[in-house]
């Protein structure tokens, strides 16, 4: 299974205020995930994520077209039509896998993100730099012990002025 880490984020790394807000992020950057998401046919996002999303007005994740995974430990979480539960990062790919997907995109928070890291399972991470900063937040990665050197593949400038970053996690 080829996993790809998605992320926005503030030039210094936040990707949420403390109260789950993302409003400091640009329009693009919900357009380009989307389509990316639409693309590979399927994402994974923690339980805070959909949470957290379920409560925007403007945007939201039900009407993407593409399978939703969502990480809790609760095995009896009631999700929404159209959503599935996994109670681990592996029990997501095996789940992405049994739907017949060869791709997935991980895309947050940073809970999950350090989840995926720390075990090791992540191919490629695209991060979007927001002109933006900001002293306090959610951070794109929680803490957690993990260390990797990445190879830098791709970098892009977007209109809304965000830098998208590709990198291969070298194992
Ligand atoms: N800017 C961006 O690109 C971006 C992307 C995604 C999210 N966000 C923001 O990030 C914020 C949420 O981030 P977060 O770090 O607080 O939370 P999160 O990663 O979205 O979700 C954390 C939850 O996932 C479940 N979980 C985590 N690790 C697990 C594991 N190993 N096994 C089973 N379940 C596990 C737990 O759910 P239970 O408590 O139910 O067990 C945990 O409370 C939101 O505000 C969201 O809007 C921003």
């Known amino acids: ?52 999303v379920q409560k925007w007005e403007d945007y939201n994740f039900d009407n993407i077209n593409a399978t939703k995974i969502i990480i809790s430990t609760d095995k009896k979480l009631k999700l929404k039509e159209g959503y599935f539960l996994a109670n681990s ?6 789940k992405a896998s049994s739907l017949g997907f060869a791709e997935v995109i991980v895309a947050g928070g940073g809970t999950i993100n350090s989840a995926f890291m720390s075990k090791n399972l992540v191919k490629e991470i ?20 993990f260390e990797f050197k990445l190879k830098l593949e791709n970098i892009k400038k977007l209109k809304s002025g965000i830098i998208q970053l590709k990198y291969l996690v070298i194992k």
Do not use: H
């Open 89 to 94: 990062p592996e029990g997501a790919l095996l």
């Open 1 to 52: 299974m080829k996993v790809v880490l998605y992320s926005t984020q503030t030039t210094n790394g936040i990707i949420a205020r403390e109260n789950g807000d993302e409003d400091f992020l640009s329009d693009e950057s919900w357009l380009i995930f989307s389509k990316l998401v639409e693309d590979v046919g399927c994402f994974i996002v923690g339980r805070k994520t959909y949470d957290s």
């Open 126 to 145: 695209i991060l979007n730099v927001e002109p933006f900063i900001m002293g306090e937040g959610i951070k794109v990665f929680a803490k957690e012990k």
